[in-house]
């Protein structure tokens, strides 16, 4: 891998990640990471689609960036894991949910620009979407494996509970406003 500023940021997560304190340290990396996004323009280049790549995954941690486009709202969904997410570009709308007597309930939300980071714990159930009208590209740090989390997908409306998918995740990926 040629040394390029994700590929450095990689590195670092990697070995922070087998640290005590993991999440302050990659958040940490983070904040540098995304305090300067332009350095990022050539290696995380826009693609016009809703779009994930795994830069990295090991037992100990996964990276992904993510590129949203405006005008979706994806669906209600868990992680299991602590996660750690910085916003490169635009911005992105995180909605939040709790668990209920009756499933998952409305939790507040907030939104996180260019140049933010978010933490998150393994509890949270959020759903996101880009705000206004440019896309947002983001960087996800996720303390451990994420494909082999058996994780929750909720449907957008009647907020049932079943499991993730890749293919239910896109088909309930759908156009409307994101409001916090």
Do not use: W
Not at 6 to 33: G, S, Y
Not at 73 to 86: A, E, M, R, T
Not at 113 to 133: K, N, R, T, W
Request: charged share 25%; proline share 7%.
């Amino acid at each position: 891998m040629t040394s390029t500023a994700l590929a450095e940021f990689v590195a670092t997560c990697r070995e922070l990640a087998k640290t005590q304190d993991a999440v302050l340290t990659i958040r940490d990396a983070m904040e540098q990471l995304v305090a300067d996004p332009t350095k990022l323009d050539d290696e995380f280049p826009l693609t016009g689609t809703d779009s994930d790549v795994t830069l990295h995954e090991d037992e100990h941690i996964s990276i992904i960036t993510c590129e949203t486009m405006p005008g979706i709202n994806q669906p209600p969904h868990d992680h299991l894991l602590q996660v750690v997410i910085g916003i490169i570009d635009g911005a992105e709308v995180h909605r939040f949910f709790h668990r209920g007597p009756d499933g998952i309930e409305a939790a507040g939300g907030r939104t996180i620009a260019a140049g933010d980071v978010l933490s998150m714990q393994p509890e949270a159930i959020h759903a996101i979407a880009a705000q206004g009208p440019e896309t947002c590209r983001a960087v996800h740090v996720y303390l451990g494996s994420l494909s082999s989390v058996d994780r929750s997908l909720f449907h957008p409306e009647t907020f049932v509970e079943e499991p993730m998918t890749l293919e239910r995740y896109a088909e309930f990926g759908r156009p409307a406003p994101a409001r916090v």
